[in-house]
């Protein structure tokens, strides 16, 4: 096919011009040849290295010469791409085990690469081009193509996705009809993989194209548009390989706050509902792209979101994982943050204080220690009669738990001193109630879980009943109908 008479067909532009077309159009056709790079590598070495000289050679053609796009050359030219790359993509390498990490794990490569680049290069060129109608090439580029092109997305190879990125970001820019469907088919994309598979491995390069394409959204925003982050975007981060394209759902998500604030609220909500509970490098990332958003957040939004918000960055500042503390702690060292958190500090300073000062002291790292000092004198600064209020409150919420704590077990030492002179337990054996915590059970010598037992009512919530009820309870003359001993240790 790329040889004629012995020798390698010539250059188009090495041709007079009437023949120059025709030759293009015969190099393109012969590069729909396919060749076997997986399963015999070594075969047909001659030839595909022919092809490749041939790809490269129109890549040049096309790049350095004005109209040679010719109608003719457009269905051609599709077809290569097509041919070439519209294929099956090989079963995942790791379909269920642990997510893909880019800095630890090798990507499975695509052993056609030499081809496929160049197949890749010419498309983009032409796309490129200042000769390039897209009035024409509307006829050829069409939803099939583009639902065939967003499959690829799925391969292992990130240099296919990159390019792949490229190329339906040009598309979308040249082809106006094909928006629309085009962000059709990435939601039900996303869809499949939230809820379906959570595998996929072109969702970082389709959210960087999604990134741009939300940057460029006209003002007002459509409904379809808001539609689009509450229910596609931001289920996304109930995903377990977050990691993987987090930075890119971040920018997405800020870019249409930037565009639209009154959004903030419903987004913030749902990033507290879908906090990660046991996985702190996932927390870490919500706590960045939290502040992330803070950073563009309308002081008049702000007031909507402030107290849950805050409330689960005292968890956060709580949290026995350093890096969580930390990273919540460092919001301190944001200079807008402190001045929202200041215009608001009668709100949030009651919410933050408890969290920030028991883990001043109780909390195991140093470095924690430090930040939460750093954050304390911020808001002691902030207003000294607010700080005295809380560090006041705070003592006192404290001293009445100790009381509570110490009437409870004064509490205990009554019933286990009266179920003691209970006249209907043997010397030497105890009968227990097992509806409570082991350190108890001795307390109760008279019987086993019952709903005729005041005690175990009492601790079921079947009953009104409170603990000095049961203290007033005589005991000896209403022992329970079921009971059971055991041997005192």
Known sequence: FFYQGGNKFLSPSDCAPAEQEKLFVQKLRQCC???DFLSDPLSDLKWKEVKRAALSEMVEYITHNRNVITEP???EVVHVFAVNMFRTLPPSSNPTGAEFDPEEDEPTLEAAWPHLQLVYEFFLRFLESPDFQPNIAKKYIDQKFVMQLLDLFDSEDPRERDFLKTTLHRIYGKFLGLRAYIRKHI???FYR?????EHHNGIAELLEILGSIINGFALPLKEEHKIFLLKVLLPLHKVKS?????PQLAYCVVQFLEKDSTLTEPVVMALLKYWPKTHSPKEVMFLNELEEILDVIEPSEFVKV???LFRQLAKCVSSPHFQVAERALYYWNNEYIMSLISDNAAKILPIMFPALYRNSKTHWNKTIHGLIYNALKLFMEMNQKLFDDCTQQFRAEKNKEKAKSKDREEAWIKIENLAKSNPQVSEGH????????????KLFPFCLPSEDCLVCCAEHDQSSWALNDILAYDLRSQPCTKSSEMPVN
């Open 33 to 35: 040849v396919l060749f």
């Open 73 to 75: 050359i457009y269905p």
């Open 187 to 189: 939601n039900n994309i």
């Open 306 to 308: 402030m107290e849950p």
């Open 193 to 197: 993989f939230i809820y379906e598979t």
């Open 430 to 441: 105890t009968a227990v109630c097992t509806c409570v915590p082991s350190k108890e059970l």
């Open 242 to 246: 977050l990691s993987v394209y987090h």
